[in-house]
């Protein structure tokens, strides 16, 4: 059964983390066993993990920009460039096939419009993403909310309610003015709400109410219904007056309408409603969802390249046939050879036709090349414009030099119609398998469904009708109906109903999984079966759905370092092809002037001067740096969603290419080896107690622990007593809670002592619950007999509890951990793949090496502390082998971030997957094989591009230089190497297209076991 993903938290991590970020609290010992499902409160959370991607980001602003004109690496290092030299940027990423920029920056010192204009002026069109346009994430920003406060009438009351305000959880600072009646407050919404701090001044005996917000979202909605003037009036007098709307700018053309709000002051939903009433039903909204902008932005990039194609094309093919098959034709030659003033028709035309495709439908390339010679750097556009601007206006100087003179030169206008033509459906092409290699993310995009059933209350609270809305309108709370065969449409949980529900398209469960009251739910699955109503707890970015796509985009932004290769190589081509170029002319030129070649070479040419630039023109255009800066970002978009199909979650290229040498894995024992399920097998007293005072008191004892085994203990004495197990159902809990107040002994001075147990007062004496080294601390001797049974459990693989009462030993619980089924098989998998495993636990040695034994890892690391953990990695690293850990817990952490590859079950903490490299969503140690051999044939992909690319120019360009003519009399015109060119690029796109192929490897192949 896949584990509940309700509350995982997949933040992107960039680059290294710095092991030292990670904290951890001293009894984070006591949290072995902790996984998400536990939901375990900590009084005081370690600092989240996200604090080491450097520098502080608390106070940073996020935004993505849509960058037009990149053409190869070149062009993203202009833009990085660009950005990052603006001060108060703290991050910038490019990516060439998203067009995108990810920055982060601080606010105070740079805003959006100097980054939007720092990438226009290198030479680029940069569009502020809608979307994007916020602040980090909710939970990492403190708001300032200002409030009326009512009934206020002396220093006194201003003091008393400032000292309430102060104490509320959250709450960072709180000033309140006696004149004004007004308050206002810094608080942090991820921990309390504005109506939380509402109630609290009224409980104090004002009255309060809410005002503003220093939060601001940005929203674009559609418009239905916009067709005059006066619409447009009645709309912006309905956004005018509504509270908490701070700006807005209506776009009568595209029939859309920018709103800027407070979120803490009106809803989404709020606004849309208010509009649709206030129009009387004329107007009706929707939103417009940022991801079907960027797939329509998509759409219209590949429509229009493919019209600049079709458009040369057109043009092209006339040029072509007039030169190459109408000569061939005496009725269309004599035509063509008519003067018209002092030129022949057939030239005529061909300068007019081409002429259009150079500078109208080629305008393209010269912007970018200006824009890029401007700021001292090249890209691709401008070979291809000193190409073609060679053969166009050679053929220009030669046509007005034989209308001057007589002497007609030949000339090549076709030429540089050609090549604009083949690099235009080069470009078309690689488009089109570009956005190809971002199918994984629509593919998630789409599974969100459009609308949601809403259950609409009465002033009763009885739900009276459903009323069908757009699911980005769902907030949290609202009470959703989900119908059978339909989509959940969000995050939450399930208050009325059974049904099973289809997850395999988020988790990657096989099983459909059942589902029934106080079950979580995932937007974005399908129900099978059932009728459910449902409660939304996430909705929008916070959604699983919604993490997993912005994980897997911000993995595709990211940089493998391999890439440095690349980006270094595009710096200095372009400079070294146009020499390359300047010196195939000038030695073909010399060689001719000396007469080092026959004339019978140039004899076609009429002489050395054309035939030295042919060559030289060739040189320039079937060069191509962008087949370079395409090796590794598609293969790495490719893969990233591959994985994401796999319920394995890549958290960028640097990740990926890590894994791929990863010559250790670490195996936490509990709940990354074994199923995190411990369960009592065995109970033993060893004193004349009796076995039902002796689980009274070992039960009395754990009531208070939060730790899971704990918990086992607590249902064990629980089954034991009353029999069944209650469900997990409220009225189960509610009616167990009351039984166990009703049974259990009271225990005072209730103490956990990290790595060891429980201690606690019972009737006034002392009681221990937990391993040895608590019993010896406290000067309890353990029993020969007792010894010797506590050796068994162990070599059984199980835990040995040991109870003291009143310092004597009195009993013994024995707890098991089943292994996961798959366990040892990919223990095995991993060996034939040259990994060697380890296996890290805070268990006591014999259990270890039981455990170790069963599951066939040799190298076994037992009663180590968390710290100890880290300090096991680093201990590996120092020969320079590359380590990868997996695990799920609290305590994981620090060895998670420690490792070069940290790979975190996707049921663990927030903690440990914010920690992590990786996320197993499925929570199957199997793929643990299917991210290492993904990473593998990943970079054997991206090793083959980077081959293919080099050889391409290493081939070709000597090629277009002549050297092969001498002998072969092999000589390549410019527009057969524009051709080579446009195509370089497109097969190494579809050579990390062949990556989508990829099929996870059979732990039978791996084993090579014939299975009959």
């Avoid at 309610?161 to 600072?173: M, N």
């Avoid at 789409?446 to 739900?463: F, H, I, N, Q, S």
Wanted: aromatic share 8%.
């Amino acid at each position: 059964m896949a584990p509940s993903l309700r509350d995982l938290q997949l933040t992107p991590l960039s680059g290294r983390r710095r092991p030292e970020a990670i904290s951890v609290r001293e009894d984070s010992g006591d949290l072995e066993d902790v996984r998400l499902l536990d939901s375990y409160d900590l009084e005081e959370p370690p600092p989240p993990a996200a604090d080491a991607r450097g520098g502080d980001e608390k106070e940073a602003k996020r935004i993505q920009v849509r960058v037009s004109g990149m053409t190869c690496s070149a062009c993203t290092n202009s833009v990085e460039a660009a950005i990052t030299a603006l001060g108060g940027v703290t991050r910038a990423s490019v990516s060439l096939l998203q067009n995108k920029a990810h920055v982060v920056f601080d606010p105070n010192l740079v805003k959006d419009e100097d980054i939007k204009d720092a990438i226009d002026d290198a030479g680029f069109e940069a569009e502020i993403l809608p979307d994007s346009n916020n602040t980090m994430s909710r939970s990492q920003k403190v708001l300032s909310g200002q409030f009326r406060i009512g009934g206020m009438t002396c220093a006194a009351c201003v003091n008393s309610v400032e000292g309430i305000l102060r104490k509320l959880p959250g709450v960072k600072r709180a000033v309140v003015a006696l004149a004004t009646s007004l308050g206002e407050v810094e608080y942090d919404p991820s921990v309390i709400s504005k109506d939380e701090i509402v109630h609290a001044i009224e409980d104090a005996g004002f009255d309060a109410a809410f005002l503003q917000s220093s939060d601001q979202d940005k929203i674009l909605l559609g418009v239905d219904g916009l067709s005059s003037e006066k619409d447009v009036h009645v709309l912006q007098g309905i956004l005018r007056n509504m509270t908490g709307v701070r700006q807005f700018e209506v776009n009568i053309s595209l029939l859309e309408v920018e709103v800027i709000f407070d979120p803490e002051a009106i809803g989404l939903r709020l606004i849309v409603d208010s509009i649709e009433r206030g129009s009387g039903g004329r107007l009706k909204m929707h939103v417009r969802n940022p991801y079907a902008l960027a797939a329509s932005s998509d759409a219209q990039e590949a429509s229009k390249m493919l019209w600049l194609f079709l458009s040369s094309l057109f043009l092209s093919i006339p040029v072509f046939f007039i030169r190459m098959v109408c000569p061939r034709i005496p009725f269309v030659n004599s035509i063509l050879r008519m003067h018209c003033g002092p030129f022949l028709m057939g030239d005529l035309l061909k300068w007019v036709l081409v002429s259009i495709v150079q500078f109208i439908i080629g305008k393209r390339f010269y912007v970018s090349a200006y824009r890029a010679l401007r700021h001292a750097s090249t890209n691709m556009d401008v070979l291809v414009v000193l190409g073609t601007s060679a053969s166009y206006f050679y053929s220009v100087g030669a046509l007005l030099y034989g209308a001057h003179t007589g002497f007609w030169p030949p000339i090549y206008f076709e030429t540089s119609a050609m090549i604009i033509t083949f690099v235009l459906f080069g470009k078309y092409l690689e488009v089109l398998a570009k956005g190809k290699t971002s199918d994984a993310i629509k593919k998630l995009v789409e599974l969100a469904p459009g609308t949601a059933l809403l259950m609409v209350k009465d002033a009763e609270g009885r739900y009276i009708v459903e009323r069908e809305i757009d699911a980005l309108l769902i907030q949290p709370g609202d009470m959703l109906k989900v119908l059978p065969g339909s989509k959940v449409p969000s995050d939450g949980i399930v208050v009325w109903g059974t049904s099973h529900v289809d997850e395999s398209m988020v988790t990657g469960e096989s099983f459909p999984i059942l589902k029934e009251i106080s079950s979580s739910v995932i937007g974005g699955t399908m129900n099978l079966h059932g009728v459910l109503h449902m409660q939304a707890t996430k909705v929008g970015s916070n959604t699983v759905l919604s993490q997993i796509i912005s994980l897997v985009e911000t993995a595709q932004m990211s940089k493998a370092p391999i890439q440095k290769f690349a980006d270094y190589v595009a710096g200095i081509f372009v400079p070294i092809v146009i020499t390359m170029s300047f010196l195939t002319f000038f030695g073909w030129f010399l060689c001719g002037s000396l007469g080092a070649y026959p004339d019978s070479w140039i004899r076609e040419s009429s002489n050395c001067f054309i035939f030295s630039l042919m060559f030289s023109i060739s040189v320039v255009v079937v060069a191509c740096p962008c087949a370079l800066g395409l090796a590794t970002p598609t293969a790495v978009m490719v893969a990233t969603g591959v994985g994401a199909t796999h319920g394995v979650l890549i958290k960028g290229g640097d990740a990926l290419e890590r894994a791929q040498n990863v010559q250790y894995v670490i195996f936490d024992k509990t709940g990354t080896l074994t199923q995190g399920k411990a369960a009592v097998t065995t109970a033993k007293v060893f004193t004349e107690m009796e076995l039902d005072d002796f689980l009274t008191l070992v039960a009395s004892a754990e009531a208070s622990s939060e730790h899971p085994l704990a918990r086992a203990i607590l249902d064990y004495a629980y089954h034991y007593f009353f029999g069944k197990l209650p469900t997990d159902k409220d009225s189960g809990k509610q009616r167990k809670e009351e039984r166990l107040s009703e049974w259990l002994l009271e225990a005072v001075d209730f103490s956990a002592v990290p790595g060891r147990g429980v201690q606690c007062l019972i009737n006034g004496k002392r009681v221990l619950v937990g391993n040895r080294n608590l019993l010896a601390e406290n000067g309890v001797l353990v029993p020969t007999e007792a010894e010797n049974f506590i050796v068994d459990l162990e070599m059984n693989a199980k835990t040995g509890i040991l109870v003291a009462y009143h310092g004597t030993f009195i009993g013994v619980l024995g707890v098991a951990d089943p292994l996961k089924r798959e366990a040892a098989v990919v223990v095995e998998g991993l060996k034939k793949m040259g990994v060697c495993p380890i296996m890290l636990t805070g268990d006591n040695w014999r259990t270890a090496q039981a455990v170790g034994k069963e599951v066939g890892i040799e190298d076994v690391r037992a009663e180590v502390m968390p710290a100890g953990k880290a300090d096991v990695v680093r201990s590996l690293q120092k020969d320079g082998s590359m380590v990868a850990m997996v695990g799920d817990g609290i305590n994981d952490s620090p060895a998670l971030a420690a490792a070069d590859v940290g790979m975190a079950i996707g049921a663990g903490t927030d903690i440990a997957i914010e920690a992590a490299d990786y996320v197993l969503v499925k929570n199957s140690l199997e793929d643990i094989i299917t991210a290492i051999d993904l990473s593998r044939k990943t970079f054997a992909r991206i090793r083959w591009n980077y081959f293919f690319a080099m050889a391409y120019n290493v081939i070709a360009i000597p090629v277009a230089a002549g050297v092969l003519f001498p002998f072969l009399g092999l000589k390549m015109p410019p527009w057969l190497a524009g051709a080579c060119m446009a195509f370089s690029s497109v097969s190494v796109v579809c050579s990390s297209l062949l990556l989508r192929r990829y099929r996870k490897p059979r732990l039978t192949t791996i084993l090579q076991i014939t299975v009959e």
